[in-house]
């Protein structure tokens, strides 16, 4: 998981829990998204990059240098 790629579908920030899809087992799954640097806030629709990964379904995130 970690290095991943996925979009946000539920705001991220301090004090809220996200939501990120990512391609996996040859499909789309959704994860609750956390930010990797306090603080940080990513809107819906922004390009992620999987930093932590806590199973089975919480990610921690940055955003991507697209």
């Known amino acids: ?34 930010p990797s640097v306090t603080d940080e806030e990513i809107p819906v629709g922004a390009i992620v990059i999987v930093v932590d990964y806590f199973p089975p379904r919480t990610v921690y995130v940055a955003k991507a240098l697209i």
Do not use: C, D, N
Not at 8 to 22: A, H, R
């Open 1 to 34: 998981m970690v290095g991943k790629q996925g979009r946000v579908t539920g705001k991220i920030g301090p004090g809220l829990v996200g939501e990120v899809m990512i391609s996996i087992r040859g499909g789309v799954e959704a994860f609750y998204a956390h």
